[in-house]
């Protein structure tokens, strides 16, 4: 059985709070026995909070990405509770970064081509080079 695992920590309304590793371990009893105790590490759990086994949800970056905006635990996964306008808004918030990619000027473009045709002579050269090895040893194993 495993020792340890990880949980996220959820408040009264199911917000994700943290994300904790719950230590497992065996508590002797005074009949002899043992029971199994669970121990959060390097966390206090509050008053309404309760740990969930599951991973912490996903949240958006910004506008066009993937995830939460406001995520809650709806007993079996999380759930998205922010509105289509109030994902819109936030999106207005968080604009997505702009990616410009600098185009290359004529003369390395010019630089980049000339290098790709030397390397394509070289592995020609080398292509052929193989290819005779091979045929002078076929010679010497066949004769």
């Given at each position: 059985m495993k020792s340890e695992r990880y949980c996220s920590v959820i408040d009264a309304e199911g917000k994700h709070v943290t994300y904790v590793l719950v230590k497992i371990r065996d508590k002797p009893l005074e009949d002899g026995g043992t029971e199994q105790?669970?121990?959060v590490q390097n966390y206090t759990l509050k008053d309404g909070e309760q740990l969930v086994d599951a991973q912490p949800p996903l949240m958006r970056q910004h506008a066009g990405s993937t995830g939460f905006v406001s995520p809650i635990w709806d007993g079996?996964?999380?759930a998205?509770?922010?509105t289509a306008?109030?994902?819109a808004a936030w999106e207005q918030e968080h604009p997505a970064p702009e990616v410009k990619p600098s185009p290359k000027s004529?003369?390395?473009l010019e630089a980049e081509n000339a290098t790709?045709?030397?390397q394509v002579s070289a592995l020609?050269?080398?292509q052929s080079f193989y290819e005779d090895c091979i045929a002078e040893m076929a010679?010497?194993?066949y004769a």
């Open positions: 105790v669970e121990e079996s996964q999380w998205e509770t922010a306008d109030e994902i004529n003369a390395e790709l045709r030397q020609a050269d080398q010679e010497i194993v």
